[in-house]
Each structure stands twice: as structure tokens, then as C-alpha cells.
């Protein structure tokens, strides 16, 4: 059974960086597309950010230009490079994957972005 757990969120102020870290098992991770989600309060699960098997990526409008999704098959993990993070990027950050036919999803990392 495929599981996913996060790190690496935390407190940063405007304008800042982070780094979110995904590490998968219980599947063969280089196979599949690998994505994150983030919820932020009172708001529901959004699409950040998607890598595929082959190399592909595609980002949220929201935070083009600002975040790199990249994954490093020989680890297991995706990752998620935020910078010039904004107010509105304070969210619960899911990684996410699908495997045969079924959904799976972390516990979850919180980014709070406030000065």
C-alpha cells in the first residue's frame, strides 16, 4: 500500500522560501505522477503542482513562476520549491499519488506565511 508523508513546513515571513519534502513507499515511485494539493483555511483542496513519470510538469496558475515541483526517483521523493511566498500560501500541502485506482494522499505539512 502506497504512503506518503510530508515535511518541511513551517513559519516564513513575505517574500520568503521554503522547501517541501515528499518521501513515498509501497510503491514503485518512478512509475507514477507524483502532485501536490494545499488547503488553506475555511478554503478547499487546491491543485498546485503535478510531475509525471516522464518528466512533465504543470503548476496552478497561482503559483507559476514562484514554485518548482522536481522528484528524485533514487530517493523516492518529490519536492516542492517555494519562493516568493505571499500571505495566500498559508495552507495544509498534501503530496498526492494514484495508484492502481486508488488515491493516496500524506498527512499533510502546514506553510504559514505571516510577518
Known amino acids: 500500500q502506497a504512503q506518503l508523508v510530508e515535511s518541511g513546513g513551517g513559519l516564513v515571513q513575505p517574500g520568503g522560501s521554503l522547501r517541501l519534502s515528499c518521501v513515498a513507499s509501497?510503491?514503485?515511485?518512478?512509475?507514477?505522477?507524483m502532485s501536490w494539493y494545499r488547503q488553506g483555511p475555511g478554503k478547499e483542496r487546491e491543485f498546485v503542482a503535478f510531475?509525471?513519470?516522464?518528466?512533465?510538469?504543470k503548476y496552478s496558475d497561482s503559483v507559476k513562476g514562484r514554485f518548482t515541483i522536481s522528484r528524485d526517483n533514487a530517493k523516492n521523493t518529490v519536492y516542492l520549491q517555494m519562493n516568493s511566498l505571499k500571505a495566500e500560501d498559508t495552507a495544509v500541502y498534501f503530496c498526492n499519488t494514484d495508484v492502481g485506482g486508488s488515491s493516496y494522499w500524506g498527512p499533510g505539512t502546514q506553510v504559514t506565511v505571516s510577518s
Open positions: 510531475s509525471t513519470n516522464t518528466g512533465n510538469t
Open positions: 509501497g510503491f514503485t515511485f518512478r512509475w507514477y505522477t
